[in-house]
């Protein structure tokens, strides 16, 4: 089972920015996996939040999209989501997740907490 590393969740007010990194291992990093975001509260189902596709498009659920942004390196192998004007509903512990060809990968998660 391959490794994501996730990292840079906290507490932050509202209105606040986070940025969440995922360390990828090369061996899946590829244009044609299809890379994620996504977030859990618990007692809920995991959730959408952005993804790049296999043809490289950017999507967003309708919560986030104009304050989340996922972006991607390929020198460093590192997928990110960029969240601006945080709300208190955007709490939640945000998972990294890779498909890529027959297999389905995820980080431990981290966590993020939107309050005052």
């Known amino acids: 089972q391959v490794q994501l590393m996730e990292s840079g969740g906290g507490l932050v007010q509202p209105g606040g920015s986070l940025r969440l990194s995922c360390v990828v291992p090369q061996s899946i990093f590829s244009r044609h996996a299809v890379m994620a975001w996504y977030r859990q509260v618990p007692g809920n189902e995991r959730e959408l939040v952005a993804s790049f596709t296999t043809g490289g498009s950017r999507t967003y659920s309708d919560s986030v999209k104009g304050r989340f942004t996922i972006s991607r390196d390929t020198l460093t192998n590192t997928l990110y989501l960029l969240m601006n004007n945080l709300k208190p509903e955007d709490t939640a512990v945000y998972y990294c997740?890779?498909?890529?060809?027959?297999?389905?990968?995820w980080g431990q998660g981290t966590q993020v907490t939107v309050s005052l």
């Open positions: 997740n890779v498909q890529y060809r027959e297999s389905l990968h």
